[in-house]
């Protein structure tokens, strides 16, 4: 019951702070003249996400299409209690054992660093993730700059990274989160 009220949160202020940023992401789409490739299509993606790094970590991310952008939805188990950022990166490389083949933040409007909820940041900055003393984690928020149909936002072909650290929201362009201790291929 708390899970779901905390979701509805932050769907609620998400859907007020993003509208100027889905309305350019909208204009993008439109440009294409492919309806199919709308939001709320309900398309979507997927990755298993794999433990690098020497950590345990296991879990799994969505990425769904949908009326204001993409919801995104992490869960993580055997992973170090705390805060862990969780970003989608430019590459869906996964093949380093320290995750260092995923490149750099997944950041198609050449932006800033920051967190999601900022004016700027990179379309893959996803903010930070809660472990609990169980090291079970579970992260949902919606993105309005990012899409799952083919085009320049979208997340298929990328990858998604669990950090070591919290993500500081400011250092650009890492967060400043430490090493990478998961890595999925979005699929
Ligand atoms: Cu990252
Ligand atoms: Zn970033």
Known sequence: ????????????????????ACVF????????????????????ASARIEARSGSTLA?????????GGVLVEVTVSNA???????????KGDCSAAD???AGTHFNPAG??????????????????MWVDEKGNGHHVLLMPALAVADGPNSVRGRAIIVHAAADDLV??????AGGRIGCGVIQ
């Open 1 to 20: 019951m708390p899970m779901f009220t905390r979701f509805r949160t932050s769907l609620a202020v998400l859907a007020a702070s993003g509208l100027s």
């Open 111 to 128: 932006h800033k660093h920051g967190s999601p909820h900022a004016s700027e940041h990179h379309a893959g900055d996803l903010g930070n």
């Open 59 to 67: 879990g799994s991310a969505t990425f769904t299409e949908q009326k």
């Open 25 to 44: 992401v909208h204009a993008t789409d439109s440009s294409s003249g492919d309806s199919k490739h709308a939001h709320g299509s309900g398309l979507r």
């Open 80 to 90: 170090p209690p705390g805060w862990h950022a969780v970003h989608v990166h430019e």
């Open 171 to 176: 250092t650009d362009p890492t967060g400043n």
């Open 99 to 101: 995750g260092s083949s």
